[in-house]
């Protein structure tokens, strides 16, 4: 079945990096922009930008601009978000999800997402 | 940015009962390029509607979404007990795609 399979919790120090991986099957993986959205604790749901697993372009919400970087290994149908200088207010689960519909229909990432990794909680503490 | 605004915070309603969820954005939103998620404890959100209201596959009929321009529902006919639960709005016309703040659908 098609799912999304992410990496476990990480534990943080402020001011590193974290990178979450998010294994697709089920599906051709780079058919469909993948999304990253964060929630911190007992918080709503923040969009933080999608990546093109076929072409590798990127589209970044400018809160996050210059720390996240999204990336993607085709050969191992993954997706990638690293996020750098982690601060306190980083302390979240990091999803990541699927867009809808496939790029050759909608190509350029607006439809909604249908399908969620399980989630990586990533704390941030000294 | 588009804010989106949900109301209310809190809906106490018992099962059967029907529940209205309300969104309501602070521009028209793109081409109804809405949606609606419900997020139980310690689970992913699991997409309900796209589309302002059509709705995603394998979720009931019970519950419907309608609205364009900036004011949008979601309608639950019937709650059954699985229903109880948070739900959050989304845009996703226009970068950065953003969401409501949620309403949480509480047992009365």
């Known amino acids: 079945q098609v799912q999304l399979v992410q990496s476990g919790a990480e534990v943080k120090k402020p001011g590193a990096s974290v990178k979450v991986s998010c294994k697709a099957s089920?599906?051709?993986?780079?058919?469909?922009?993948m999304h990253w959205v964060r929630q911190a604790p007992g918080q709503g749901l923040e969009w933080m930008g999608w990546?093109?697993?076929?072409?590798?372009?990127?589209n970044y919400a400018q809160k996050f601009q210059g720390r996240v970087t999204m990336t993607r290994d085709t050969s191992i149908s993954t997706a990638y978000m690293e996020l750098s200088r982690l601060r306190s207010d980083d302390m979240a689960v990091y999803y990541c999800?699927?867009?809808?519909?496939?790029?050759?229909?909608?190509?350029?990432?607006?439809?909604?997402?249908?399908?969620w990794g399980q989630g990586t909680m990533v704390t941030v503490s000294s | 940015e588009i804010v989106l605004t949900q109301s209310p915070g809190t809906l106490s309603l018992s099962p059967g009962e029907r529940a209205t969820l309300s969104c309501r954005a602070s521009?028209?939103?793109?081409?109804?390029?809405l949606a609606w998620y419900q997020q139980k404890p310690g689970q992913a959100p699991r997409l309900l509607i796209y589309?302002?209201?059509s709705r995603a596959t394998g979720i009931p009929d019970r519950f419907s979404g309608s609205g364009s321009g900036t004011d949008f529902t979601l309608t639950i006919s019937r709650l059954e007990p699985e229903d109880f639960a948070v739900y959050y709005c989304?845009?996703?016309?226009?970068?950065?795609?953003?969401f409501g703040q949620g309403t949480k659908v509480e047992i009365k």
């Open positions: 521009q028209s939103v793109t081409s109804s390029y």
């Open positions: 989304q845009q996703y016309g226009s970068s950065p795609k953003t």
């Open positions: 990546i093109n697993p076929n072409s590798g372009g990127t």
């Open positions: 089920g599906y051709t993986f780079t058919g469909y922009y």
């Open positions: 999800a699927r867009d809808r519909a496939p790029i050759v229909v909608v190509p350029t990432a607006n439809d909604a997402f249908d399908i």
């Open positions: 589309g302002a209201s």
